[in-house]
């Protein structure tokens, strides 16, 4: 979706990025992350192969934020998740923001208490699924926050 974001944001009224892998060529340049070099056969090496990392860095949604006109975007991520660091999609929101031209929301919910799967626990997971149900609601017109 970060991609897309990119590419055409105005196909969708909003997105809803959960754990989004966004910040792929840095990720996949930095050996160290425990991750990153068994993800190298499916993502490429962009250290030792040039080709791959101009691939990488073509579609790399981090990379390729720019002034324009985002949807509507709530971003949720995990504290202690090991697949997509909490600062992947902070890094990719705070880009965003300061090059969205609308004024359409862009949102970043970090749950300090989940890694990439979500929050555990089945009631816990029904609220996840209501925050992004209310916010679809919210973009749509379908219902309004009340500030009193």
Do not use: C
């Not at 860095?57 to 981090?62: C, D, F, L, V």
């Amino acid at each position: 979706m970060g991609a897309i974001a990119n590419m055409d944001p105005g196909m969708f009224l909003g997105i809803i990025a959960d754990v989004p892998f966004v910040d792929v060529l840095n990720t996949m340049l930095d050996k160290d992350l425990p991750l990153t070099p068994p993800e190298w056969p499916e993502w490429g090496n962009p250290i030792e192969n040039k080709e791959e990392f101009e691939i990488i860095h073509a579609y790399s949604p981090y990379e390729n934020v720019k002034a324009q006109a985002y949807p509507h975007i709530l971003v949720n991520a995990g504290l202690t998740d090991p697949r997509v660091t909490y600062w992947e999609p902070a890094k990719w929101v705070a880009r965003l923001r300061t090059q969205n031209t609308s004024q359409n929301l862009i949102l970043l919910r970090t749950n300090m208490k989940a890694g990439h799967g979500g929050a555990s626990g089945r009631f816990e997971q029904l609220k996840e699924t209501a925050i992004n149900y209310a916010f679809a609601l919210l973009i749509s017109g379908k219902t309004q926050i009340k500030t009193h």
